[in-house]
DNA sequence: ATAAATTTTTAGACAAATCTAAAAATTGGT
DNA sequence: ACCAATTTTTAGATTTGTCTAAAAATTTAT
């Protein structure tokens, strides 16, 4: 056992808290970029007045540093946190669907339930019973027990040019309208999609999915993630 | 959907509250017998002053009767919500053992947090994955969606006279030593037990199990439940 | 450079769940 | 029936996480 899941291991984290550490990661503080408050708070749909509260219990806590009126940035220990909770909550997303018949467009809400549960030894086994999967049902990355994973390559729909061929594997929004609107429409992660055509006046596309054509707005191709087919 | 698992539904429940309401209930508080405020506290781990204080918000939210200096029972929708957390708590405790390798002794503390997840469609795919178990891993049985169970046919293996045949089909206490104990010594549900021999200075008692011999205490065997074979 | 707009922090309050200490009610022994 | 012991409740304080309103710092615009 690393020294840092040694950390890991004692610091007892609130469910609020932990839904800080994991929100400010998604922001981006996971780099040196600053984030700020209002950012936290509007994800958190919090006051600013309660991020700054927390922001500084959790530079106590060593899981950030914290300058007044600068913004925050995840420490190496807040990242490995972040990244805990980031799994665990990918991984009982794919067990949901995988086991327990939830459609994609379920799973969200009871995953953040699930990702507060303290039990290294529960995710390690949900982990291996689903065989180690890469990718949550939205088609994002799930980080290794010691916080690896791999971004995957892959562009926006909406910036492929005419002609071009990709393989659909993830989605931007996870919305339950846009996820039901891919399911009604037969848009699935694995699908292979080609660019048939862009309509010059309002950018929609016409694609080839499933051997069908089919036209989509701007707005529902700048939600879908491709691997471009070299 | 039955008239009171509507109610269920709307119901928005602390994780404290709960964990209150199935305390009661263990003590005895689905039938009319008054559950003192020093009972639970004990229970709870926690002081007679806060029983007194959740009391009174459970009894305005309508989950128990409360009289001043007489002590609580849960009401008709108390015993409803009381029924489902045990449901939650012991389909849980299957699913760790089934299907995740977990031993008898690990479960419980794990199933604690487990059991407050909200959400329907969870825990009746969990019960529909295990194939609608009717028994936890300590014998103790689970409650249907709609809160009926059946209590088992079983006594204390102390209880039992020489030369009488049983099966064992529960624990009482559900201690990590207790339970180790029963696997070091290869007891386990579904065995088969035969009194041989009680003796009378420390009425410690003589067991066939497995085709061996076993010498175990009294202390052991009122642990130990089994349903006597006629 | 100064003023205006925005962001962030502070100060003080509140609800939930707990605690301690003291008061009130009940129970039990004689 | 009385006193003493026990149980239970009340009153007031504490912690966590939140809020509002006002003050302070920073950023933007003129
Ligand atoms: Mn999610
Ligand atoms: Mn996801
Ligand atoms: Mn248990
Ligand atoms: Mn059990």
């Not at 060593?62 to 909770?85: C, F, N, W």
């Amino acid at each position: 056992m690393t020294n840092k899941n040694v950390f890991l291991k004692k610091l007892c984290m609130t469910r609020s808290e932990e839904n800080y550490i994991k929100i400010i990661f998604h922001l981006g503080g996971n780099t040196s970029t600053l984030i700020s408050t209002n950012a936290i708070a509007e994800q958190m749909a919090t006051k600013p007045s309660s991020v700054t509260d927390m922001s500084k219990k959790l530079a106590e806590k060593g899981l950030l540093h914290y300058k007044r009126y600068q913004g925050v940035t995840l420490t190496e220990l807040g990242v490995k946190v972040a990244l805990s909770i980031i799994r665990k909550h990918r991984l009982w997303e794919v067990f949901l669907v995988e086991k327990l018949d939830f459609t994609w467009d379920e799973v969200h809400e009871v995953a953040e339930q699930l990702e507060h549960i303290k039990s290294e030894k529960l995710i390690d086994q949900i982990d291996a019973l689903l065989g180690y999967p890469k990718y949550d049902p939205h088609g994002d990355p799930i980080p290794s027990k010691d916080g690896e994973f791999l971004e995957r390559d892959k562009q926006l729909l909406s910036d492929m040019p005419k002609q071009s061929i990709g393989v659909c594997v993830g989605v931007k929004d996870t919305s339950t309208p846009f996820l039901k609107f891919l399911d009604k429409n037969q848009i699935a992660l694995g699908n292979t999609i080609k660019v048939l055509d862009i309509e010059d006046f309002d950018q929609s596309l016409s694609i080839l999915i499933n051997n069908k054509k089919l036209n989509i707005s701007h707005q529902i191709a700048s939600n879908l993630y491709v691997k471009k087919q070299n």
